[in-house]
């Protein structure tokens, strides 16, 4: 899922709000009491919060590889 289909609120989120959402999500699809619509509702917005989750891990990532890369040139140069 792109991160344009990805809900403003949830973009919001930390990873960590996102993560406590998708275990309360997952906690109310485990209800026997939810009904069929309310679950894709739920199951859709849990999608959202899996890629965006996903999205927030790959900027720390790309951030993580340029900033080694950097030390790593730095450090060349100083020798």
């Known amino acids: 899922m792109k991160s ?27 209800d026997s009491d939810t009904n069929l619509e309310q679950s894709i509702e739920k199951y859709n917005r849990m999608m959202h ?3 965006h989750i996903r999205n927030e891990f790959n900027k720390k990532l790309k951030e993580i590889r340029n900033s080694n890369f950097k030390d790593k040139k730095h450090f060349s ?3």
């Open 77 to 79: 140069n100083k020798n």
């Open 49 to 51: 919060l899996n890629d």
């Open 4 to 30: 344009k289909n990805i809900p403003a609120d949830i973009k919001l989120k930390s990873i960590k709000e996102a993560q406590n959402e998708i275990n309360d999500i997952i906690k109310n699809l485990e």
